[in-house]
């Protein structure tokens, strides 16, 4: 990567802390001074968020690049063109994946063949052993034919987000791990590596103490809540991510740079109202295991006040149909696990739930 790729049209656009990528109007902006960070808005084409950012943060001549957003035919030249514009060295940057989801990782090949050096925290590793193997496609399958989806539902729902993992080491993609505590540098920062399990069980958040600036990754987004799946039986994806809400808005986080959008106001009133919109939801599938006790988690689904079209369920895209169900699960955990309501499996197998009283 050198200066020759700036090219006549290329930069041109919104002044010398912006510059646009592309005729679609993404650009590579500067979004804070102290850490100096870029923010480069890469495209999502097949989700309900329009799109993911990646953060490049400079200070000399060294570079963190925070996640890697989605693999595709326009981001593939994006990022690589924004890393260009910034007039950055790939040899001296670290990339560090969030999480390991392809809309945060995807990108991490192209900047590891490049020479950037790719980091992961211990945790992420741990998501894709775990993650983003067959066995867990095959353990979402069980889980919601448990629930009591139809075994084709189940294969459809598994198969439609079972690619949204990547596994570094099967992609055969070099990296090295840090592990929770231990900090990135920067130049003159250093980042702390702060787990923060919930929209994934090893999803983690850079800390930087002096400026209050986290990168968040999907930890909490102002666009929309996070999307909060079930993981194995016996575990509680809700709990955590109750917990993690709670521990970010006690960080004294001042400026967050997210997965997602943007930071619209107070970060800790925006964990804490979205700590109550989880609340809710649960109080919601008690009150349905109350009316109808002996109920399935596939028949509580529509149950739990999500404003979804399940008059046409069956033609619902199947993410959302997943994302419907896996968090509605997500909530049948988090109450079975705060000992609200009794999981019973039926005679086929099939889980019915009763209220603890
Ligand atoms: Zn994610
Ligand atoms: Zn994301």
Redesign the pocket.
């Known amino acids: 990567m050198d200066g020759d790729a700036r090219d006549a049209d290329w930069g041109q656009g919104c002044g010398e802390n912006c510059f646009t990528l592309d005729g679609d109007d993404f650009t590579c902006s500067r979004v804070l001074d102290e850490p100096e960070v870029w923010r480069v808005e890469l495209l999502m084409h097949d989700t309900f968020?329009p799109s993911?950012n990646a953060f490049v943060v400079r200070d000399g001549a060294e570079t963190l690049v925070v996640d890697a957003g989605t693999s595709d035919d326009f981001n593939d030249t994006r990022l690589m063109r924004a890393l260009i514009g910034l007039g950055v060295d790939p040899e001296r940057t670290t990339l560090l994946c969030t999480h390991a989801?392809m809309?945060?990782a995807g990108l991490a090949r192209e900047l590891s063949e490049a020479g950037v050096r790719v980091v992961i925290p211990d945790g992420v590793l741990a998501d894709m052993r775990r993650l983003a193997v067959p066995a867990w496609r095959d353990e979402m399958v069980a889980r919601m034919q448990a629930e009591g989806a139809s075994q084709a539902e189940s294969a459809e729902l598994a198969d439609v987000i079972w690619d949204h993992a990547v596994n570094f080491e099967t992609e055969k993609i070099a990296f090295s791990t840090v592990a929770a505590g231990e900090t990135l540098r920067c130049g003159r920062w250093a980042l702390e590596v702060v787990p923060t399990p919930g929209h994934t069980p090893g999803h983690c958040a850079l800390w930087e103490p002096c400026t209050r600036t986290a990168f968040l990754?999907?930890a909490v987004l102002f666009l929309c809540s996070t999307c909060i799946g079930f993981w194995s039986e016996g575990e509680d994806a809700i709990g955590a991510q109750l917990a993690t809400l709670r521990n970010l808005s006690e960080m004294g986080v001042e400026r967050a740079l997210l997965?997602?959008g943007l930071q619209e106001g107070s970060v800790a009133e925006r964990c804490l109202a979205n700590i109550a919109h989880h609340e809710r939801r649960s109080a919601r599938a008690l009150a349905a295991i109350r009316e109808v006790p002996g109920s399935t988690g596939y028949e509580l689904v529509p149950a739990m006040g999500w404003r979804a079209p399940f008059e046409h369920w069956a033609e619902t895209p199947a993410l959302t149909r997943w994302f419907l169900v896996s968090e509605s699960i997500a909530h049948l955990d988090h109450l079975v696990a705060t000992g609200a309501v009794r999981r019973e499996p039926d005679a086929a197998g099939v889980s019915r739930y009763f209220a603890a009283e």
């Open positions: 968020l993911v989801h809309d945060h990754g999907d997965g997602h």
